[in-house]
């Protein structure tokens, strides 16, 4: 099998991406020397790579990584794959630590980050709520060296991805990882934390790609009927918990509205 063959097989710039993955290679070379014949063990590989190609699979989950903010996060299916939108939420959340800047920020098409400032604290801690593959904890703790972070998440099996992660990163010593629901992990912390979190947000009766469908995890994208069920408790735990400086979600923009109408009942 040969470059131009795997090319062939698959008629777009998946072809480049898997190719660029499994030789190692940069996208010019592989348009320089389409003649390359796969070595018998990166052919075995290919073939499998193509036949989960086929069913639809992601070209993340097939070749086991995703770019975020610069950095290769490993991924598997049991965490969704990052996406652009959550590097905006990174982005305010890094604006949330320097100077509390609140408001809503847009993230892609109908998605927003929304931020609001709870009390006049300097926070020691991100948490980072359904961490998933750790993307977004273990990029503020790069991004700023002296952060320490908590990521919890309910899958057990996502943790020990964002584990695998925090080590590739070298950050694995100022993250502290939980398995749990919402903010139970944390109800006796005693310091200082910002919340940030891109949680389940999407309105269950939503058809999305049958590639999202049928690969990435219902849990982590599906909140109930108006895509609530996670993003309304989250927030009025995070109200009531006293070392709560404030909350950084990503969200529908048509969601924000109850978001604030919880947010502005608390007491001032």
Same mark, same amino acid.
């Given at each position: 099998?040969?470059?131009?063959?795997?090319?062939?097989?698959? *008629?777009?710039?998946?072809?480049?991406?898997?190719?660029?993955?499994?030789?190692?290679?940069?996208?010019?070379?592989?348009?320089?020397?389409? *003649?390359?014949?796969?070595?018998?063990?990166?052919?075995?590989?290919?073939?499998?790579?193509?036949? &989960?190609?086929?069913? @639809?699979?992601?070209?993340?989950?097939?070749? @086991?990584?995703?770019?975020?903010?610069?950095?290769?996060?490993?991924?598997?299916?049991?965490?969704?794959?990052?996406?652009?939108?959550?590097?905006?939420?990174?982005?305010?959340?890094?604006?949330?630590?320097?100077?509390?800047?609140?408001?809503?920020?847009?993230?892609?098409?109908?998605?927003?980050?929304?931020?609001?400032?709870?009390?006049?604290?300097?926070?020691?801690?991100?948490?980072? !709520?359904?961490?998933?593959?750790?993307?977004?904890?273990?990029?503020?703790?790069?991004?700023?060296?002296?952060?320490?972070?908590?990521?919890?998440?309910?899958?057990?099996?996502?943790?020990?991805?964002?584990? *695998?992660?925090?080590?590739?990163?070298? !950050? &694995?010593?100022?993250?502290?990882?939980?398995?749990?629901?919402?903010?139970?992990?944390?109800?006796?912390?005693? *310091?200082?934390?910002?919340? !940030?979190?891109?949680?389940?947000?999407?309105?269950?009766?939503?058809?999305?790609?049958?590639?999202?469908?049928?690969?990435?995890?219902? &849990?982590?994208?599906?909140?109930?009927?108006?895509?609530?069920?996670?993003?309304?408790?989250?927030?009025?735990?995070?109200?009531?918990?006293?070392?709560?400086?404030?909350?950084?979600?990503?969200?529908?923009?048509?969601?924000?509205?109850?978001?604030?109408?919880?947010?502005?009942?608390?007491?001032?």
């Amino acid at each position: 099998m040969t470059i131009a063959e795997v090319c062939k097989a698959i *008629e777009s710039v998946d072809a480049e991406i898997l190719l660029a993955a499994l030789l190692q290679k940069e996208r010019a070379w592989l348009l320089a020397h389409p *003649e390359y014949i796969l070595k018998h063990a990166e052919e075995k590989v290919m073939r499998v790579w193509l036949c &989960k190609y086929a069913e @639809g699979m992601p070209v993340a989950y097939i070749r @086991g990584w995703q770019l975020f903010y610069g950095r290769k996060f490993v991924v598997s299916q049991d965490v969704l794959i990052p996406r652009p939108s959550t590097e905006t939420l990174v982005e305010h959340a890094l604006s949330m630590l320097c100077d509390a800047r609140e408001g809503v920020q847009k993230a892609d098409e109908g998605i927003v980050t929304y931020a609001r400032v709870f009390r006049p604290m300097t926070p020691s801690y991100v948490l980072d !709520v359904g961490t998933g593959s750790g993307c977004i904890a273990i990029t503020l703790a790069s991004e700023r060296q002296s952060l320490r972070c908590i990521a919890t998440d309910i899958s057990a099996a996502a943790l020990r991805v964002a584990q *695998e992660n925090a080590e590739r990163f070298s !950050v &694995k010593n100022r993250i502290v990882f939980h398995e749990g629901n919402l903010l139970e992990p944390v109800q006796g912390f005693t *310091e200082p934390f910002l919340l !940030v979190s891109n949680p389940p947000y999407i309105a269950s009766t939503t058809m999305l790609d049958s590639s999202v469908m049928d690969f990435e995890p219902h &849990k982590a994208l599906f909140a109930g009927t108006q895509g609530t069920d996670v993003l309304l408790p989250l927030v009025s735990s995070a109200l009531r918990h006293p070392f709560c400086m404030g909350i950084v979600f990503e969200c529908c923009e048509q969601q924000v509205g109850t978001l604030e109408a919880i947010v502005n009942t608390r007491p001032i």
